[in-house]
């Protein structure tokens, strides 16, 4: 349904990327259906703009649209190459057409759902309700739910521990069969470390068709071309590709901070990187996403204000990622270096569960036993007092 000027919405979400459209989808639930509801993005969420990889101990909501899922994945580091047994876990690749289509499609038929192609100016905030001010007019509701990750913050973000995850991705066709479709690139850190940490990961269609990308965490986004030149020297190097043909091109950057992220403002809740959900050591973002979007669900079923706020783990976890970021940006040791003995010293299913926040506590120290134990333990703790301060 298309929006109506003057509406009085319960909830409004303002952005239908990933992280919008993944509480749109819990909110076309029935149990919402007594409730008006509006989603509003410039874009008809048609574009081949995102590609998206999470792991899963088992099925899950996506698995229809999952593009590709494997069981195990290749690691190269500097010195040693391992294959990853995931032992249980699925790595799963999504599209950003194909989640846009399997989001939309059930959005779309809930007549408790409204839609409006605008674009969003900003949002604005009181004691009892919300506004967002968009080219088709100016909406309000009493939730308003936004991943506009307002300048202001950024800035903010930029004060602490601050790295881009920045990227530049081919959809190459090659007339060699040189993928193993059964068998993605995680991360393959056999490339120039510049600037940064730089990897390159390959995930597969078919032995002769595959998205590779080349990714950096580093203090300032590259010019497309040094991308590029990464890519090409990969494709030589370690392919051994003397030729090949490029479709899809995919880039973009993705924050990496030690900022704790507003919650949200009044009745204007935050979603994805706007409201912290990106792992500030990896980029890691879209499992975090889910979880929120179910417990934002969960809170709104109980007639509660949907402000989910981090436990005792969450802050712990933070806590590990601001003392890996530190490391990363302060240069006290090698990116690529660090990232091998983690996948190396450890097995596939601990590291997964660890970058995904749900190790037990045995599993956590395990994890931090493999890196430079005095270095991470001065860092962890100058990360323990700024926190006090």
Known sequence: MEAVKGTAYDYIIAGAGAAGLSLALRLSHPDFSNRRILLIDRSAK???????????????????????????????????????????????????PDFYRFAL?????????????????????????????????????????????????????????????????WEIQTDQAVFNPNCPVFMDFRTPQRDGTCFVYVLPYSSNYALVEYTVFSAEVWPTYAYEDGLRSYLKSHLQLGSWQVGHVEEGKIPMSSAVFPVRRGHVVFLGTAGGQTKGSTGYTFSNIQRHSDAIAALLRQARPPIVTPDFRRQRYHLYDNTLLSVLCLGDYSGAELFERLFTRNPARRMLRFLDEAAHFGEELQVMNSVPRRLFARRFMQEWFSRRD
């Open 46 to 96: 048609t574009e081949n703009d995102r590609t998206w990889c999470f792991w899963e101990d088992g099925d899950g909501l996506f698995d229809s649209v999952c593009k590709r899922q494997w069981s195990q994945l290749d690691f190269f580091g500097p010195n040693t190459a391992r294959q990853l047994d995931l032992s249980g876990y699925r790595y799963k690749m999504l599209r950003g």
């Open 105 to 169: 499609d059930q959005i779309s038929a809930c007549s408790h759902i409204e839609w409006c192609q605008a674009e969003i100016y900003h949002t604005g905030h009181g004691e009892t309700g919300a506004e967002v001010h968009t080219s088709a007019g100016s909406f309000s509701a009493r939730w308003v739910f936004s991943s506009l990750l307002e300048n202001d913050v950024l800035k903010s973000a930029q004060q602490g521990h601050f790295l881009w995850q920045h990227f530049l991705g």
